[in-house]
């Protein structure tokens, strides 16, 4: 079982920066995490990924160049770092970890934990 808890999330203007952060605890031994996020009446979305061991990064076309995912296995954390927002970006976030090795970790099909969701709000 892994347990995931996010924070970071609020409003923030145009053109302003966050920081999301999602802890990870458990036994299991998680391979990959991400991020995703949902604006109301939308689909889930893909953010951003990466994977424990090699650290291979994975990016939604419309974050590409204004968002960065990294993380920090000593602390079980990963971190969104958010640039440039837009009131597009509105959406409440969730952090996603798979404990399956795979190729790709850009759907929602390849995580199997999911934390609650932190809302972030980006005013115009």
């Known amino acids: 079982q892994v347990q995931l808890v996010e924070s970071g999330g609020g409003l923030v203007q145009t053109g302003g920066s966050l920081r999301l952060s999602c802890a990870a605890s458990?036994?299991?031994?998680?391979?990959?995490m991400g991020w995703f996020r949902q604006a109301p009446g939308k689909e889930r979305e893909f953010v951003a990924g990466?994977?424990?061991?090699?650290?291979?990064?994975f990016y939604g076309d419309s974050v590409k160049g204004r968002f960065t995912i990294s993380r920090d296995n000593a602390k079980n954390t990963v971190y969104l770092q958010m640039n440039s927002l837009k009131p597009e970006d509105t959406a409440v976030y969730y952090c996603?970890?798979?404990?399956?090795?795979?190729?790709?970790?850009?759907?929602?099909?390849?995580?199997?934990?999911w934390g609650q969701g932190t809302q972030l709000t980006v005013s115009s």
């Open positions: 458990g036994s299991t031994f998680i391979q990959a």
């Open positions: 996603a970890a798979a404990v399956i090795l795979r190729g790709s970790y850009t759907t929602q099909a390849s995580y199997d934990y």
């Open positions: 990466v994977t424990r061991i090699s650290g291979r990064t």
